[in-house]
């Protein structure tokens, strides 16, 4: 098969895939990547990264089960006014894993700050997958410096990416969004989901990460989001 028919039938398969997806925006302020780490056996992006060069706020409500997440416990306490990234990984949850598992976070910390000259305060971490395994620290660690090299401003097809690379059990990814005119600005508002297996309780599995470029405290920004978590 020539060049020229190899092109145009990718470019099909592509408008296949892309068509059932929103029109994704590109946020002011957020970059983002996604590799493959080699957690899965087929060669599926599995680590993704969202990084924002000039700081954002962020607010979170998380699961209340006891064996979450050591990440979920990181997060907690990170600087929720000047955060820089967000690294999400698949096929592990980083739960039941005990010292291995903070340990591995606190590593992943180090070299990410390392690299762009950040406090390990300003980076966020969330892992979904099996329970109780150790956590995958070197595949992980192999990856960010090519997660890092691939960070752009997002399109819809690096949206679709995002959104695919987070899903465990998912049978197709989940992204959304919306714009709002003011008076003054003209806000974007994106995000991504997974989580069809293990729902509750409040949330367990599931993530949804939304990205805007509003004007908003922190405060506001928390009041909302635990609202609006509380009605839908």
């Not at 329970?131 to 679709?160: C, D, H, M, R």
């Not at 069809?196 to 922190?218: E, K, V, Y």
Request: aromatic share 10%; hydrophobic share 40%.
């Amino acid at each position: 098969m020539t060049t020229l028919f190899q092109n145009f039938f990718k470019k099909k398969q592509l408008n296949r895939v892309t068509k059932d997806f929103p029109e994704m925006p590109s946020i002011d302020g957020l970059e983002i990547s996604t590799v493959s780490a080699g957690l899965y056996n087929t060669n599926r992006d599995d680590v993704s990264l969202f990084y924002f060069p000039d700081g954002a706020i962020f607010s979170g409500v998380y699961t209340k089960s006891s064996t979450r997440s050591v990440c979920i416990d990181w997060n907690i306490k990170a600087n929720k006014k000047d955060v820089r990234a967000l690294l999400v990984n698949t096929r592990n949850a980083n739960a039941y894993t005990g010292k291995q598992g903070l340990n591995s976070i606190i590593e992943l910390s180090k070299f990410f700050s390392d690299k762009k000259k950040i406090s390990n305060k300003q980076i966020l971490f969330a892992s979904t997958g099996v329970i109780g395994q150790p956590f995958p620290l070197a595949k992980v660690k192999l990856a960010l410096p090519n997660l890092i090299e691939k960070l752009k401003k997002p399109i819809k097809l690096t949206w679709i990416k995002q959104a695919l690379s987070i899903m465990t059990t998912d049978t197709f990814g989940k992204m959304s969004c919306a714009a709002v005119q003011t008076n003054k600005d003209f806000i974007n508002i994106a995000g991504i989901a997974k989580g069809s297996g293990m729902i509750a309780p409040n949330m367990a599995t599931m993530f949804g990460f939304i990205f805007t470029d509003a004007n908003i405290s922190q405060e506001v920004l928390s009041k909302m989001l635990k609202r609006n978590t509380e009605n839908t």
